[in-house]
């Protein structure tokens, strides 16, 4: 399974090489395998031996495309879907190269969960404008480029269709 750390370029990519007995598991990530048991786990956190050291991951937030965590007192973010993001991020109004396209574009149909930004607002270039909720999974939609939004095309709540305008970045 792969797992994209948020606001870098790295992805890990992990796997269960081996069921054990009581909650144990041989992963694989990066190449190398690592003994894992699960000592607890709650709706509020985990607690886990990897390689023989103790750690506790703490839920902050659990959507259908990211998870943040607090392991050992960090926080970490991981993109669920890496592949899904760029799907819909490489299809949101810009042409290959082109950071003039002045209107970011939905790719998919979709209802609006919450927007991030209002007008006048400064955006960089991956920034998440709004989330789009489409056959159960919540998709950020990210801004195409530098600027400011100038006007949003959306309401909380409201349904989107494909290549509908949702926000006009300059």
Known sequence: MKFKLENTEETLDGEIVKSLDNNEFIVKTKGKEHH???LNMTHEKIEFMLDNIYHVAKYVENST???TLVV???KITFNKRPDFDKIVYK???VESGVDSQVYLKSQIPGRIVSINVAVGDKVN???VVCVLESMKMQVSIKSHKDGVIKSL???QGAPVAKNDVLA???
């Open 65 to 67: 495309s990211k998870i």
């Open 125 to 127: 270039k991956g920034d």
């Open 168 to 170: 006009e970045i300059e």
């Open 36 to 38: 894992l048991r699960i």
């Open 153 to 155: 095309k959306i309401k």
């Open 72 to 74: 050992d007192g960090v």
């Open 91 to 93: 299809n949101s109004g």
